[in-house]
Nanobody
Framework: QVQVVESGGGLVQAGGSLRLSCAAS????????MAWYRQAPGKQRQLVAS???????NYEDSVKGRFTISRDNAKNTVYLQMNSLKPEDKAVYYC???????????WGQGTQVTVSS
């Protein structure tokens, strides 16, 4: 079993910054892919940023240049540095990790990010 725990959400003013963390633990042989998704009220969950085991990254267009995803393989942890936050970034942010040779996906419980205008 794999546990995924996010932290770092909160309330921030527009233009501010937050750093999200996500740690995976348990029966982990290999983490292939780590990602952050977000879901705003009434909207579908969307991919925000992802990073492969080799360090290749991908970003949703609206966060490019503002958000940075990184990972610490030794700690099985992924981070999301969010700068220049906008009210439209308000959402619950979820961490997703894919583990194993035949990847299985695990989700965290989510962390709320609120940006006031």
């Amino acid at each position: 079993q794999v546990q995924v725990v996010e932290s770092g959400g909160g309330l921030v003013q527009a233009g501010g910054s937050l750093r999200l963390s996500c740690a995976a633990s348990g029966r982990i042989s290999r983490i292939n892919f780590m990602a952050w998704y977000r879901q705003a009220p009434g909207k579908q969950r969307q991919l925000v940023a992802s990073i492969t085991s080799g360090g290749s990254t991908n970003y949703e267009d609206s966060v490019k240049g503002r958000f940075t995803i990184s990972r610490d393989n030794a700690k099985n942890t992924v981070y999301l540095q969010m700068n220049s936050l906008k009210p439209e970034d308000k959402a619950v942010y979820y961490c997703n990790v894919r583990v194993g040779i035949v990847p299985q996906a695990y989700w965290g419980q989510g962390t709320q990010v609120t940006v006031s205008s």
